[in-house]
């Protein structure tokens, strides 16, 4: 999964799930200090220069073939 538990996960087209999710969030500031300490971390994991070098990689890949 992409957010590896570093988000909440809900069904954006359902208001009231989102507007409860964000309530949730507004009244618990650890767990919002928690998710977005995951968050930051999360994000460390990815990069603009890796994304390109993994797909030259696969683009090089497919060409082989």
């Given amino acids: ?3 590896a538990g570093a988000a909440v996960v809900l069904d954006y087209r359902d208001a009231a799930a989102v507007a ?3 309530q ?3 009244d618990q500031p650890a767990e919002r200090d928690r ?3 995951l968050g930051l971390a999360r994000a460390t994991q990815f990069s603009f220069e890796r ?3 993994e797909r030259i ?3 090089r ?3 082989s073939e």
């Fill in 1 to 3: 999964e992409v957010t």
């Fill in 20 to 22: 409860r999710a964000l």
């Fill in 24 to 26: 949730n969030l507004a």
């Fill in 35 to 37: 998710l977005r300490q």
């Fill in 51 to 53: 994304l390109a070098r």
């Fill in 57 to 59: 990689e696969a683009i």
């Fill in 61 to 63: 890949e497919l060409v």
